[in-house]
């Protein structure tokens, strides 16, 4: 081969590592994303949105998340810029689905969603009982973790 030959080939070898590289540590693609994604996409500053109702959203959110419920969503986002990256999440990812549809019809070009909701999240909550034992003050109910179980029945 002659010289200039094998300076292309090793350029477009450089190229091609180069782009590996950048893809594969840079933002995330607009869509579906899990827990890792989010903690770059909030280090980058991106709108964290909890779109569950307020009451969910004192009981536990993603610190640094703003509460805007999904009823709310487009009237409240009409106001933000539109080419700042959004993350969406709610509890299981339902919500958050509907509500990346929605604001990407509005024009979003940068709209991510948390697709398990906060109930995969893996990373640091605030609100409710997280808050209260971050302060040092106990819960005021002990939980296990465990789903509650009501029974009903009747002696007929």
Known sequence: MKRAQVLAVVFGVAVVIVAIVALSSGTPTPGLIDNGDL??????????????????FTGAHIEGAEN????????VADGWDRTAPVVVYCAVGDRSDSAAGMLQSMGFERVYDLGG???QWDGALAGGAAAATD??????????????????????
Do not use: H, K, M, N
């Not at 805007?68 to 009237?75: I, T």
């Not at 789903?147 to 009903?152: N, R």
């Open 39 to 56: 903690s770059r996409l909030q280090e980058e500053g991106a709108r964290i949105v909890d779109v569950r109702t307020a009451a969910e």
């Open 117 to 119: 909701g906060i109930a």
């Open 135 to 156: 302060a040092g003050v106990a819960p005021q109910v002990a939980l296990s973790g465990l789903p509650i179980l009501y029974e009903f029945y009747t002696d007929w």
């Open 68 to 75: 805007v419920p999904l009823s709310d969503l487009a009237a």
